[in-house]
């Protein structure tokens, strides 16, 4: 159980356009969805959360006009990298939290690597 | 904010031995949890812990929820070729801080 999924693994796209990534709770609903991003032998750095059916709440200094996030159902949140540049290549991780009895815990997607050239 | 302190950063052992992590806060956390993450990967969680002395295992894994709060640590025994990866603590409740890793070498 637990399970989430994340499309496309991998991406590349040209300066400018515009990359969505989808990520999906399988055999959960997550009310709450998170979105990372790692770079290389770095932790992962918490860029949004996201919760059903209202406004994504962003970190510090992530752009959310730059970073669209969608949760337009229990099991689904989508980001949308607009305008790609360079400096946006990175390993993009979502997660899905599952919460029973009080406790959370958040189960991760496998990950979209996007390489902008 | 809130910040986790995550040692050793690196371990580079031999295959049956023992390896231990922790992880300390300047925070009290609700909840602890550790992952594992293979490269290309999303990290996959390994154990929860909930409460304060909390002591889990999960196979050759056991971790434990420090006294105060503060601080988590992971044991590893009798290591493995495929234990290789990075390994990450979490602390937090529904939003989770993340420590910088300890990067775990297993030598056969």
């Known amino acids: 159980g637990a399970v989430v999924s994340q499309h496309p693994s991998w991406v590349i796209c040209k300066s400018g356009t515009s990359v969505k990534i989808e990520c999906r709770s399988l055999?959960?609903?997550?009310?709450?969805m998170f979105w990372y991003r790692q770079f290389p032998k770095q932790s992962l750095m918490l860029m949004a959360t996201s919760n059903e059916g209202s406004k994504a709440t962003y970190e510090q200094g992530v752009e959310k006009d730059k970073f669209l996030i969608n949760h337009a159902s229990l099991t689904l949140s989508t980001l949308t990298v607009t305008s790609a540049h360079p400096e946006d290549s990175s390993f993009y991780i979502c997660?899905?939290?599952?919460?029973?009895?009080?406790?959370?815990?958040?189960?991760f997607g496998p990950g979209t690597r996007l390489t902008v050239t | 904010g809130q910040q986790l302190n995550q040692s050793p950063q690196s371990m580079f052992i031999q295959e049956g031995e023992d390896v231990s992590m922790n992880c300390t806060s300047s925070s009290i956390f609700n909840t602890w949890l550790w992952y594992k993450q293979d490269p290309g990967e999303g990290p996959v969680l390994l154990i929860a812990l909930y409460k304060a002395g909390e002591l889990t295992s999960n196979g050759r894994l056991t971790a434990q929820f420090g006294i105060t709060r503060k601080d988590s640590f992971l044991n590893i025994s009798a290591s493995i070729p495929s234990d290789v990866g990075i390994y990450f603590c979490a602390g937090g409740g529904s939003r989770l801080t993340f420590g910088e890793g300890t990067q775990l070498t297993v030598n056969p």
């Open positions: 055999d959960f609903q997550a009310t709450t």
């Open positions: 997660s899905a939290s599952h919460a029973a009895g009080g406790k959370h815990e958040q189960y």
